[in-house]
């Protein structure tokens, strides 16, 4: 579940900060890894898929797996953070890559 609160997603930002910009910047441009703040993502977007990445890295990519380094609520807070960082625009911000990521609302029967 995305998080919403001002403290977890500032707390969020810190993670990012701290682990995240050196390949993504601090803005979610995308330096060695990829553009964060625009529509297309290449292992998904919404909660759930940045979590998953997050925990589980894209080693083929580079990325590690963070899983051992941070707590399930850590990584809760950092995918909510990144949820954030969509349509910023940042500046100097990498081309997009991937696909354009639409949530599909759930169907209750």
Not at 62 to 82: C, F, H, N, R, T
Not at 84 to 109: C, D, M, W
Request: proline fraction near 6%; aromatic fraction near 10%; include cysteine.
């Amino acid at each position: 579940t995305a998080l919403t609160d001002a403290t977890a997603l500032n707390e969020g930002k810190t993670i990012f900060k701290t682990y995240c910009a050196a390949c993504h910047l601090e803005t979610g441009g995308g330096s060695v890894g990829p553009n964060l703040t625009d529509d297309y993502w290449i292992h998904g977007g919404g909660i759930k898929n940045l979590f998953k990445t997050v925990k589980f890295g894209v080693p083929e990519k580079g990325m590690i797996s963070w899983k051992d380094q941070l707590k399930p609520s850590e990584m809760q807070k950092v995918a909510s953070y990144i949820l954030t960082l969509h349509g910023t625009n940042p500046p100097v911000a990498k081309a997009p890559q991937g696909e354009i990521y639409k949530e599909e609302s759930e169907t209750f029967r």
